[in-house]
């Protein structure tokens, strides 16, 4: 390509293609992998991440399968298909597992077989399935069917759905509600800050430069940024072009002009691309105007002609227990979450005792003369802490620091737990509180994502 000897390059840094040797974490792809490492190891069954198109998810994901070791065999399906034969068809490919038949049911019963004698080994099973949000219902059905595949203990396939923000939507949906509530751990990946930005199209230029890499003026980065949203696809498409152009006039310093030039460029050709699709969309915003006008005026009519029904004896005695109701309703709106954007499912987990499952003796007693009693002994006895709610969890404590001085200046109380992973590796998470009750734990969760728009998880109290 006339661009690599022209930069010293050894290679495009801007490629399309998928090379794990360009994997850039921000916040957002450090937490899915914190959380994909926990749900793995913890043997999760159900685990969803999604994001934007042009997010990330699918290097992360092959990355974190780069990392997993020989203790998970694991495969990845990368081809949607819409016949749930065809989908038990391409895993037992992808694990080499011969059947009788290619019959659903020869199908699967050799993956059953394979996944116990896995089990047998010490081994744990993992199916990646990229683009889920294709996915029909037929699909994700024998998604959820497969997934039954366990011991009386322990799950013999771990599942992990990736996707566009779509796929929570189906998830949430009343038609697959039996495949949403089984989602044990769930992350929606989000795109890099503007400092993420800068630090990705260094990271890509040093890698893919013989010597010193060229720069890219700030300028020109925030113009990127603005453009790109902080998705790194688009990145790759301005910084690739922004090269060319470069290229063309002879120059190997990327100032805010030559990017101006570059994103131009990709808008007219955006544009050019998809006339067709513009006008009907505006076509159809002008017809949704035109509905909700009439609409509007056919409401008016019927308001103003049901208020002239109504007599002013009638107007006054309904006044006050419309006025009660709303005062009485006040405090549960203000708790609620919105109907539109639904707070996201809280992670919960069991609390086991040393010895594992915390028995708890049932005793009958007469608990008559303990009632004056027991509001002194909670004075005296503070409540026993055991769960906590984390907010994040990170390679970097640096990254951990940054967000408990984010929380902290909106008034948050958090700290940092150190969590050594089944590899070895170190990972600070973040928490904002501590509870008695997984009532308690839940209710401060829920309210924390509806106001930062978070996901949060219910953990053990300073477990690890």
Known sequence: MY???YFNFKENPFNRT???????????????????????????????????????????CRSFLEGLGTTVESAYIDRSTSNPQKLLLYI????????????????????NEFLIQKKLEGKKVAVFIDDAHRLNSDVLEQVRLISNLETSKDKLLQLVLIGEPKLSEMLSSNELRQIGQRVSVGYRIGPLTYDE?????????????????????????HRIFKYSRGLPRIINLACNQALEIAYE????????????????YLSDRAETDVPKSRNQRLLGSVAAISCLVFAIAIAAFFFRYNRDQISPKEVVSEKIPIAADQAADEPDRSARSSP????????????????????????????????????ELEQRSPPMMIHSVQVGAFRRIGNAVNLIDRLEAKGYSAQIFEYPD???????????????????????????????????????????
């Open 92 to 111: 037992t490919t992808e694990f080499k597992i011969r059947s009788k038949t290619e019959s659903m049911k020869d199908l699967a019963d050799a993956l």
């Open 422 to 464: 089944p590899q070895g590796r170190l990972w600070f998470t973040v928490r904002i509180g501590d509870h008695a009750t997984l009532e308690s734990a839940e209710e401060q969760a829920r309210i924390f994502t509806a106001n930062e728009n978070m996901r949060t998880f219910i953990r053990p109290y300073k477990a690890y």
């Open 3 to 5: 661009l690599l000897p």
């Open 18 to 60: 998928i090379d794990l040797a360009y994997l850039y974490l921000g916040r957002h792809h450090e937490e899915a992998n914190a959380h994909l490492t926990y749900a793995v190891s913890e043997g999760e069954g159900f685990i969803v991440v999604t994001g934007e198109r042009g997010v990330g998810k699918t290097i992360l």
């Open 340 to 375: 539109a954007n639904p707070a996201p499912p809280v992670m919960k987990e069991e609390i086991p005792s040393e010895h594992g499952q915390a028995d708890v003796p049932v005793v009958d007693v007469d608990t008559s003369d303990l009632s004056s009693d027991r509001s």
């Open 249 to 264: 006039r002879k120059r190997k310093h990327i100032d805010s002009d030559i990017v101006k030039a570059a994103l131009r």
């Open 197 to 221: 930005t800068v630090g990705y199209i260094q990271h890509r230029l040093t890698i893919a430069s013989k010597g010193p890499p060229i720069r890219f003026d700030p300028k020109a980065v």
